[in-house]
C-alpha cells in the first residue's frame, strides 16, 4: 500500500481506469439490441451504433468511495470490484430514467439516451441496468448481506425521485424537504457505495454504518453543489444546458431556500415558477439573479460544507487506515469544491 496518499483527480482517474472495463463488460452480457442501446449512453458508440474508441464513463466517484472504503477497513480493492460496478450500473439506470423525467435532451455533454434512441428504449436500458447491478452481485461470496443493502438503497432512490417530481405541486415547500429529496436520490447511492465497499472488506456492522453514514452526508452534500452548478454551471462543465434546473422549474435546494425566505425576491421567484408560459432565456436569468439576492446560493453552499464536515466526523468514527482516510477526505474536499 502506498504511504503516501493520492488526490482526488488521481483517484478518479485510477478508478474509471479499473472498474471502466469491468462495467463495459457487465453491460456487455446484455441482450444483443439492449446492449447496443445502452453502449450510446456510455458513449462507447454512435447513435448509428458505429463503434467509438472510448466512452465518457462518468466521473467514476461513487465506484472510487466503494473501492477505498473497503481498502479503508482492511480489505482487498478486488473484491469490492463486483459492488462498484454494482452502484455505478444503478447510477447510470437513475440518469437514463432522471433524463426522461426532466426531458433534459442532454448527458454529458451528449444527447440524452431518450432524445435519440426515444422514450421506450431509454426506459428499457436503465431497467436492465437496475437488474445488471444486482447480477453483479449474485457471484460474490457476500451477497447474501450485499444484495438487500443494494436493493433497499434502489427502492430508497426511486423513493426519492418520486418525491421530486411532487415537489412542483406543493403550494410551500421547505429547504428541509428538498434536502430529504437529494438524501435519497443522491445520499442514498453514496451511502450505498460506501457501505457496499466496506461490507466487501470484511467491516463489523459499526464501522460499515459509519462509512455508509460518511456516504450518505457526503451525497447531500454533493447534490446541494449540483443544484449550484444546475443554475449557475457553465455547459461544458455540467455536461448539461445551462440553468435547465430553472427551465424545467425544478424545486432545488437552492429553490426551495429561495422561496423559504419570505422576501420580495422570494416572492418574485415564485410568480416566475408559477407562471403558465414555458420559461424563457430572460426569465431564467431573472430567477438566478433572485436566488442569489435571498442568499439561497450561499445557504446552499454552507449547508454542503457543513454536510463535508459530518461525513468526515463519521469517517474518523469508523477508524479506517489513515492514508485511506486521506484518499476519502480527499474526494470529499473535491465535493465540496464549488470548482470541482
Known sequence: MSETPCDGATILAQT????????????????????????????????????????????????????????????????AHPAAVAVELVHNASLLHDDIIDQDTLRRGRPALWAVKGLPAALLAGDALFFAAVHALTDTDRSASTIPVLLGSVQALIEGEYLDTLLEAEAEVSEERAVAVAAAKTGELFACACELGALAGGADPARARHLRAFGQHLGIAFQCLDD?????????????????????????????????????????????????????????????????????????????????????????????????????????????????
Not at 247 to 263: D, F
Open 228 to 340: 449550484i452548478l444546475g443554475i449557475w454551471g457553465e455547459e461544458q462543465l455540467t455536461g448539461k444546458p445551462a440553468r435547465s434546473d430553472l427551465r424545467a422549474r425544478t424545486i432545488t435546494v437552492p429553490v426551495a431556500a429561495a422561496l423559504a425566505a419570505r422576501t420580495p425576491q422570494a416572492a418574485a421567484l415564485h410568480a416566475l415558477y408559477q407562471q403558465d408560459a414555458p420559461m424563457s432565456e430572460e426569465d431564467c436569468r431573472q430567477a438566478a439573479q433572485l436566488i442569489e439576492e435571498t442568499g439561497a446560493r450561499e445557504t446552499t453552499l454552507r449547508r454542503a460544507r457543513r454536510c463535508s464536515t459530518e461525513a468526515l466526523e463519521h469517517l474518523a468514527l469508523a477508524e479506517p487506515d489513515p492514508v485511506l482516510a486521506a484518499e476519502l477526505g480527499a474526494l470529499a474536499n473535491m465535493i465540496v469544491d464549488p470548482d470541482r
Open 16 to 79: 474509471a481506469r479499473i472498474v471502466g472495463p469491468l462495467i463495459r463488460s457487465r453491460v456487455n452480457g446484455l441482450p444483443p439490441e439492449i446492449r447496443r442501446v445502452a453502449g450510446v449512453h456510455f458513449g462507447w458508440q454512435t447513435e448509428d451504433h458505429a463503434a467509438v474508441r472510448a466512452g465518457v464513463d462518468g466521473k467514476a466517484l461513487r465506484p472510487a468511495l466503494c473501492l477505498l472504503a473497503c481498502r479503508a477497513v482492511g480489505g482487498a480493492a478486488e473484491e
